[in-house]
């Protein structure tokens, strides 16, 4: 106990001489170029010397918040708002908006407001964290009632350890294990079950990073198409993931309207116009002010993983486990503690069913990739008189498997859209009667036509793949 207690007191000893090297002139004018980073320390070892300096505490508090360190800079921040440092008003009020303590955050504001009445410059400031503040409020009374079923922080450089995908839900890998000789980043890259097609992050920092796809062609990939601009906005756009239907894109991005950080998204392919749809932000507590990235989900085993650095260390990040909702449904409260704590993620035990057991998903969730086993029958396909298959590896045509496995997505999708379509039947003929609905309904009528057309085409092609390679020859 006592060589531990020597130790403590040697490191503490140790940090305020190395800190001493720079004074507290040379810290306050770093923090005023917003160097946070080098004042940090020195700011450090002052508020062991002096711990009750209003100044102190809000020089010490700011460094802390810009440096990411959000929970740290609380206590010293509302110590120097409560000795009447007006900076402290705006940083406290913007930390309690990103813990969702809104009616808190609006008290700082109010502060910073009378005390900076005169300053344009700092209310036009002002103004925008409360709109951010605002956003964020709306965004927390809509949360999606999402149960997590697991949470476990990883490094950041090793997060895809944790996506146990099966191999009918495709690859994941950075991007540079792919790309032989590309510098080594956090991007990934995403590789579908028959691997022939890619989607990954190109670009850089400065100028932030776009969508891109890539097709096999014979041994190698090639055809690199940028994907549109619905999807590639201005800041970043990375971490792609397809579902199995080959259409619904999740990625996320950094551009508006983005909380903070990465975002994540969620579009579609629509055949109608050959492009995808305009992308939809999805609901908190998939988002935050914070970093939310690479949302996979695997519908073999009915469960999926998005990634969150909010309130972790600088080199880490937490990996949630979740169950995807079939529809999105919103919490339904009015307890706006409880819908904070729900959007925060405050606790995973909150998000569970009442006597649910999710011990058998939690280990399912865990286990390690393996190959699906097609020794049953996934569908009937008749190629002609002298052969029916049941499972994709009995096509010895790779292009026709390739046909036919984009067909069984265009069915998938097909499947979604007729279950829609029929809950808007049932609303219009419920009475609910409008020109949205009315319209609605047309345009999933001739989308499910579009669909049908494109999958009978898809599957003739892959007969006539199939019967001309092996039973005419």
């Known amino acids: 106990m006592k060589i531990n207690r020597f130790f403590s007191i040697y490191i503490l000893l140790f940090f305020c001489l190395c800190a001493k090297g720079q004074t507290l002139d040379e810290a306050k004018s770093w923090y005023l170029e917003g160097r946070y980073v080098e004042a940090l320390p020195v700011f450090q070892a002052e508020y062991l010397n002096n711990p009750n300096n209003p100044s102190v505490n809000q020089w010490l508090g700011a460094s802390l ?24 008003y705006l940083y406290l009020g913007n930390l309690y908006a990103l813990l969702y303590r809104f009616e808190d955050a609006e008290k700082e504001f109010k502060k910073y407001q009378q005390a900076k009445r005169r300053d344009r410059e700092a209310l ?14 709306r965004a927390v009374n809509r949360a999606e009632d999402l149960q997590i079923i697991d949470s476990l922080v990883v490094l950041k450089s090793d997060f895809l350890s944790a996506y146990n995908l099966s191999a009918s839900s495709g690859s994941l890998m950075p991007v540079q294990e792919f790309f032989s000789g590309r510098p080594g980043t956090d991007q990934t890259l995403y590789m579908n079950e028959r691997q022939d097609k890619i989607y990954y992050s190109d670009g850089d ?13 014979l041994d190698t990939f090639g055809n690199e198409k940028k994907l549109p601009s619905a999807i590639n906005k201005e800041g970043s756009q990375a971490f792609p993931f397809v579902l199995s239907d080959g259409m619904t894109l999740y990625f996320a991005s950094t551009g508006e309207p983005s909380f903070g950080g990465y975002d994540l998204f969620v579009t579609r392919y629509n055949l109608n116009s050959d492009s995808y749809l305009n992308p939809n932000q999805l609901n908190m507590p998939f988002n935050s002010p914070f970093n939310d990235y690479m949302l996979a989900i695997d519908e073999e085993k009915g469960i999926g993983w998005f990634a969150s650095d909010r309130f972790q260390p600088a080199d880490s990040v937490c990996i949630y486990t979740f169950i995807p909702n079939p529809q999105v449904q919103l919490i339904e409260g009015e307890d706006a503690d409880y819908m904070a704590r729900r959007a925060r993620i405050s606790s995973i035990a909150d998000t569970w069913k009442e006597g649910a057991d999710y011990g058998p998903l939690r280990s399912l969730a865990q286990q390690r990739r393996v190959s699906r086993e097609e020794t049953t029958g996934d569908f009937t396909f008749v190629i002609n008189d002298l052969a029916t298959y049941h499972t994709l590896s009995e096509f010895r045509n790779d292009h026709a498997r390739s046909l036919f496995s984009q067909a069984l997505g265009f069915e998938k999708q097909l499947q979604a859209i007729k279950e829609e379509l029929t809950q808007k039947r049932d609303q ?10 009315a319209a609605s309904i047309l345009r999933l009528e001739k989308e499910s036509e579009s669909l049908f057309r494109e999958m009978e085409r898809l599957r003739i092609q892959a007969r006539n793949e199939e019967i001309r390679t092996q039973f005419n020859q």
């Open 428 to 437: 219009y003929a419920g009475g609910a009667v409008n020109d949205t609905l």
């Open 124 to 137: 036009d400031v002002l103004e925008k964290k409360r709109a951010n503040a605002e956003n964020l409020q």
């Open 205 to 217: 920092a400065a100028s932030g990073t776009d969508l891109y796809t890539m097709d096999k062609l």
């Open 65 to 88: 918040y810009e440096t990411g360190r959000i929970t740290e800079a609380q206590k010293y921040l509302e110590f120097a708002s409560g000795r009447k440092i007006v900076d402290a």
